[in-house]
């Protein structure tokens, strides 16, 4: 087991042997040897934009076992529906499956009547749950800072709670786990790029804070049980990741310019824009000044990323990012370029404690996990703007 610490090596080794695997999972191994999957993976936030991805690359090797839980905050089962119904695969609801709901009616209709007429059953992690597993990749919490800041007291407790109850489910079934932290818990930085051992420049009191404190907490309790459990755990910080299926309005940048782009060109194909000029969609937000800085990171890489993470022997924290380094200007003129040069640009207001600067040091990611990414950002945007089209139903027009 790894031993290795960051912070220029003053935390603590670890004194206590790794767990053993869940003494449940282990006598279910010998007794059905023939068919168990070699492991059992649980994904929190599983139908979230990265978690989906995550579960579509853990579901093509045969040997995995693929769990989600999710409360759809931000998710959608839609992003999952390819696996609904494979052996493999189960997509938790309320701790019980389809084959006990019918046992549990009483039960159910009692307390979730509404629920199972009206909305998809979920699975919050503030609750506790217990499941046997061997790997926890622990992404449930609203990632676009318009949806964490939207309900900042649920976002602290799905950050702090939600990390606690993974950790005990973890440690109660010997289980390893990855926590997605961010590159939030760097905040608005004063060292560039950000390697690992910087501590960070965050407001511990505004309006960022349910998120990036929330995540720096979580990073606390992961060590916390690591050293005083011996729970293997694994933290990856997460730098600006983009791609297919991302919501159409999550409010990030990416899919913000995209969709605006492109809604702004299928208007233009009806109204003339010499005549009805506010028919025309909106033009791309940049917020003010348009010089902060953002690394993106294509959506494929950073789960190559998370996989190595989680299998190899290193605790982390670890950046996986790209390092390709972009003023929302130059991302605006990027985006324009690859789908209409006439689209127009707007300043808008930015919001409070918006970092000024963000790039991630990889060293420690391609040494340790021998991960670099691989998709620029010239290559990853037109993926993007092709699955975009395709949701808004919007065909890219062929060149006379
Ligand atoms: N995408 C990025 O650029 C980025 C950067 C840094 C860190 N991260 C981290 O990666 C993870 C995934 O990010 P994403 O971009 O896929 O975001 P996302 O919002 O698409 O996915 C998050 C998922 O978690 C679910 N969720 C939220 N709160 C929950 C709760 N209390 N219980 C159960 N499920 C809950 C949501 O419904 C959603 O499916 C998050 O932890 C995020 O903080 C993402
Ligand atoms: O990578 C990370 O660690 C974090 O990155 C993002 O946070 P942020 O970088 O603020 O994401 P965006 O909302 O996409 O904003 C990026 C930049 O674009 C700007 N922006 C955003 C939206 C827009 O329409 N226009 C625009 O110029 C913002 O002012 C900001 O400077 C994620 O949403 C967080 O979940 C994640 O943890």
Redesign the pocket.
């Known amino acids: 087991m790894a031993s290795e610490t960051v912070n220029g090596g003053d935390q603590q080794t670890i004194t206590k042997p790794p767990p053993l695997p869940s003494p449940l999972r282990f006598s279910k191994f010998f007794q059905f040897v023939s068919w168990q999957s070699n492991l059992r993976i649980l994904v ?10 995550l579960v579509d690359k853990l579901m093509e090797n045969e040997k995995n076992e693929v769990i989600v ?8 089962k839609d ?1 999952l529906k390819k696996w609904i119904g494979h052996p493999r695969f189960e997509l938790i609801r309320h701790g019980f499956n389809d084959d006990e709901k019918d046992k549990n009616m009483v039960y159910k209709v009692s307390h979730y009547a509404v629920l199972i007429i009206d909305l998809p059953l ?6 506790t749950l217990l499941l046997e597993v061997d790997q926890i990749y ?7 800072p318009i ?2 800041k939207y309900n900042p007291v ?2 602290i ?3 702090v709670i ?1 990390t606690l109850n993974m950790l005990g489910l973890a440690k109660r079934v010997g289980a390893r786990i990855l ?6 818990v760097y905040g608005d930085p004063i060292e560039h790029p950000q390697k690992e051992e910087y501590w960070g420049n965050v407001n511990p009191i505004g309006v960022r804070s349910c ?1 990036d404190e929330g ?1 720096r907490v979580a990073e606390t309790l992961m060590f916390d049980y690591h050293r005083q459990h011996g729970l293997e755990i694994r933290i ?7 791609g297919p ?3 159409i309005d ?1 409010g ?1 940048v990416v899919s913000n310019f995209i969709a605006q782009a492109i809604r702004y060109c299928s208007w233009n194909h009806i109204a003339p824009p010499a005549c009805i000029p506010f028919l025309m969609g909106e033009p791309l937000t940049v917020q003010a000044p348009g010089t902060q800085t953002r690394s993106f ?1 294509y ?1 494929s890489d ?1 789960v190559d990323g998370l996989i190595r993470l989680m299998d190899g022997d290193h605790t982390g924290p670890i950046n996986i ?1 790209n390092p390709g380094e972009f003023t929302m200007m130059e991302l605006a003129e990027a985006v324009k370029e690859l789908i209409d040069p006439k689209v127009p640009l707007k300043i808008v207001e930015n919001t409070p404690d918006d970092p000024r600067q963000r790039k991630p040091d990889i060293t420690k990611a391609k040494e340790l996990l021998g991960w670099e990414p691989k998709i620029t950002l010239r290559e990853g945007l037109p993926l993007m703007e092709e699955d975009f089209r395709q949701r808004l139903g919007v065909p890219k027009k062929q060149a006379n």
């Open positions: 929190t936030g599983g139908a979230g934009f990265i978690g989906s991805h839980i999710d409360n759809y905050f931000t998710g959608s992003n979920s699975v919050d992690v503030t609750e622990h992404l449930a919490c609203p990632a676009s949806f964490y649920k976002t407790k799905t950050n939600g926590l997605t932290s961010t590159s939030e998120y995540k990856a910080r997460i730098f600006n990741t983009y299926r991302m919501n999550d990030r990171c959506v950073m990012g």
